[in-house]
């Protein structure tokens, strides 16, 4: 039988069974919770893409019903694990763009870099799949944490922005840009889909050009 936890905070969620939580139950929210995508990142290692919020549930040796407590969904669960492996992404990215200091080289390069991670990426990648796209999904991406991903990329560019003529209001419209290409092309990449170099090439024309301009929008304004 189960039986409440005497911790504040803890009167909605009845203690499992010492062999759940391999039998060291969380001793607050925030630990189960991180101890939950934990077990979600595990699970997508070894199951792929067809890890569900049961089978998450199974590794951490929990019923679904606490996973459900936390989670309402496994497409809440699969985005707050996505969300929590943002870090990392910019990481790599960031590890990739370094010594490019071309504002629009480096906006190019960061996209095509974006998209391939989040190709290959199992965790923030994983939730972009064709398949799991949705409206809601679709709509996150350009939410506030949306713009918060692509403001973290753009401030990783080894670019001087302000010293290549950019204000503050032309910094938020690459940021906007970025978001708003990723958004298309994580829609719809195209058919047949391109090489590195192809994209290149084509978001050099569309984005790369949008780039260029910006400077010489904020000093015809000066004039």
């Keep these: 039988m189960s039986h409440e936890i005497g911790l504040p905070g803890w009167e909605r969620y009845p203690l499992m069974r010492t062999h759940g939580w391999g039998g060291r139950v969380p001793v607050n929210d925030e630990e189960a919770v991180a101890r939950i ?4 990142r595990e699970t997508i290692d070894r199951e792929g893409a067809g890890t569900g919020l049961a089978d998450v549930a199974r590794t951490l040796g929990v019923t679904r019903q606490t996973v459900y407590r936390y989670f309402g969904s496994t497409e809440e669960l699969l985005a707050a694990t996505a969300f929590d492996a943002v870090g990392a992404l910019l990481d790599r990215i960031e590890t990739r763009l370094r010594g490019i200091t071309e504002p629009d080289t480096a906006v190019v390069e960061g996209l095509v870099v974006c998209l391939a991670e989040l190709a290959e990426d199992e965790y923030v990648g994983l939730l972009l799949r064709a398949d799991r796209l949705s409206v809601p999904v679709v709509g996150e991406i350009t939410s506030e944490a949306g713009r ?3 403001r973290s990329m753009v401030d990783r560019m080894d670019v001087d922005w302000v010293g290549a003529g950019y ?6 419209d690459i940021v906007e840009i970025v978001l708003r290409t990723l958004q298309s092309m994580i829609l719809d990449p195209g ?3 391109r090489s590195a170099d192809e994209l290149r090439v084509f978001l050099d024309r569309w984005v790369g050009a949008a780039i260029r301009a910006l400077p010489s929008r904020v000093s015809a304004a000066r004039r």
């Design 191 to 193: 058919e047949p889909l």
């Design 148 to 150: 918060q991903f692509a």
């Design 37 to 40: 995508l934990a077990a979600a």
């Design 167 to 172: 204000r503050f209001a032309e910094i938020e």
